[in-house]
């Protein structure tokens, strides 16, 4: 691949490379090399070396630890992010034991006056590059591992959430499969994953790998913020992107043991728009109550955005309605409800509210003591 064969260079747009033409593996099946570029290390040293190559224009400065691309007048840092994540560290310092500080990167970017290629072998051998503003590095990767970052993945408070995706995926159906065991046969799995831009497939995957054990009774969207005939209701947190649309929704996965489990759909339902309409032939006021199904896109607004006290601080909290909704949906009056991810206890205040018994754990003590004395507080001053 020479200068003339590429596209002008500009910020912020991806541009996909098939270098299967520049590199040879010997004779490793494709699907080898790509599991050996899975691991950051690799990736990121393998990527580096590769930018002299692909752009014959870079002056590549080995030792320093830039680039110079000349054609920016800009000195270029070769970065690359993997499938599981952004990793803006050298890739001599990606590693579990190397961190690198947010306010060292944001010093260094600036001293060195530096921008950054970020890479990635998307779908091996084609790579996807793109160059990024070293002003607006950390600033558009909210999601990067960069040492301990409030801007790194969510920052939780004893609880690192930057696990390699298969070892995550792993975790998660172990820890459903003890879920699994201790449930009964008619019991109900609600899970609820995030949607994010920056790792967009992370939901899908957990709900795939929970495939192994689970049926996938239903899949419902909480959506957080609607847009609906001229009118915007809820809460969403805003992003700053050129890219991204913001994301408003979030998976809430409902998993049984056998697909097969009775729900009281009408617990939940909402009221007929046109009921007059549904009320004639057979059916009266008294045999067709006004109620149906609100089906599998559930809004329910997002409380913790204007709540921080209810929040204790935790990132990713979700509102007590949405619990209560599951709990309803189950169609029973009372139960146990079992939430292996506490934080703020927002299970067990809807399970409260509700006269369900509830069980909960969390690896953060302060999360437990904020549940505690949430649910100390009883229901006078939750529903307040
Ligand atoms: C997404 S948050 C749950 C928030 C909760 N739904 C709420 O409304 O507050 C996930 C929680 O799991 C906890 N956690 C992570 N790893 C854990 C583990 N191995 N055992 C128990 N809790 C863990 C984290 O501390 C965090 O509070």
Redesign the pocket.
């Known amino acids: 691949m020479d200068r003339s064969t590429l596209p002008e260079i500009n910020y912020d747009e991806v541009y996909l490379f098939d270098i299967s033409s520049k590199v040879s593996f010997w004779d490793l099946p494709k699907e080898v090399v790509y599991e050996l570029f899975r691991d950051g290390r690799t990736a990121s040293r393998f990527l580096e070396l590769k930018i002299p190559d692909l752009f014959r224009d870079f002056e590549y400065v080995d030792g320093s630890g830039y680039d110079w691309l000349k054609e920016l007048v800009k000195k270029v840092e070769g970065k690359c992010y993997t499938k599981g994540g952004c990793n803006f560290a050298p890739s001599k310092m990606v590693g579990s034991s190397r961190k690198v500080k947010p306010d060292e990167v944001q010093k260094h970017i600036e001293e060195n006056d530096l921008d950054y290629i970020l890479m990635d072998i998307r779908e091996f051998p084609v790579i996807r590059m793109r160059f990024v503003k070293g002003s607006e590095l950390i600033k558009d990767h909210p999601n990067c591992k960069i040492g301990k970052s409030k801007k790194m993945s969510?920052k939780?408070?004893?609880?690192s959430?930057n696990k390699p995706r298969q070892e995550y995926l792993s975790?998660l159906v172990d820890?459903f499969r003890e879920a699994k065991r201790v449930l009964e046969d008619d019991g109900h799995l609600f899970v609820?994953m995030?949607y994010s831009n920056i790792d967009p497939w992370v939901g899908m995957e957990v709900g795939l790998a929970l495939r192994e054990d689970w049926i996938l009774q239903n899949h419902i969207n909480w959506v957080k913020s609607i847009h609906v005939n001229g009118k915007t209701s809820g809460h969403f947190k805003p992003i700053n992107s050129k890219r991204f649309v913001c994301p408003t929704w979030e998976h809430l996965f409902h998993f049984t043991k056998d697909g097969n489990v009775e729900i009281d759909r009408l617990s939940i339902g909402v009221k007929y728009e046109y009921y007059e309409a549904n009320i004639r032939g057979n059916n009266t006021a008294e045999t067709k109550p006004n109620l149906r199904d609100k089906g599998n896109c559930w809004f329910v607004p997002d409380e913790?955005i204007n709540s921080k006290e209810l929040?204790?601080k935790?990132?990713?909290?979700?509102?007590v309605k949405l619990v209560e909704d599951c709990l309803k949906m189950t169609g029973r009056d009372l139960g146990v409800v079992l939430?292996?991810?506490?934080?703020?206890?927002?299970?067990a205040v809807a399970a409260q509210i509700m006269g369900w018994d509830y069980i909960g754990?969390?690896?953060?003590q302060d999360?437990v003591d904020f549940?505690t004395s949430r649910l100390n507080r009883g229901l006078t001053s939750i529903l307040t």
């Open positions: 969510k939780y408070g004893r609880y959430d975790w820890i609820n995030g913790t929040r204790g935790h990132p990713a909290t979700f509102p939430d292996p991810f506490m934080g703020t206890g927002t299970t754990y969390d690896i953060d999360y549940a």
